[in-house]
């Protein structure tokens, strides 16, 4: 169960950085403001969306295992001692 969750942590911590990445073409609005079109924003919103979500669940999933793991052997899970850890 502990594989099959940390599986799904690294699925969303992908997804997470991915929305990050994705965002990053937003920059280059500032030098055209008025070439940003209403489909433009609700790409981004729907990408800030997916960032959220996607982030929530990568550091959700981290405590929901370290808990899992604790009320299991009684101590939090090794491999996850840092936040970034899959």
């Known amino acids: ?4 969750l940390r599986f799904v942590r690294g699925v969303s911590g992908l997804l997470f950085g991915m929305q ?16 940003v079109t209403g489909s433009m924003l609700a790409l981004v919103f729907i990408k800030v969306i997916a960032l959220v979500v996607f ?3 990568f550091f959700g999933l981290r405590s929901l295992i370290n808990w899992l793991y604790t009320k299991k ?3 939090p899970h090794p491999a996850l001692a840092k936040m970034w850890a899959l």
């Open 1 to 4: 169960m502990f594989g099959f």
């Open 20 to 35: 990050i990445v994705g965002l990053l073409p937003i920059l280059t609005w500032l030098k055209q403001p008025d070439a």
């Open 55 to 57: 982030g929530a669940l």
């Open 73 to 75: 052997h009684g101590t």
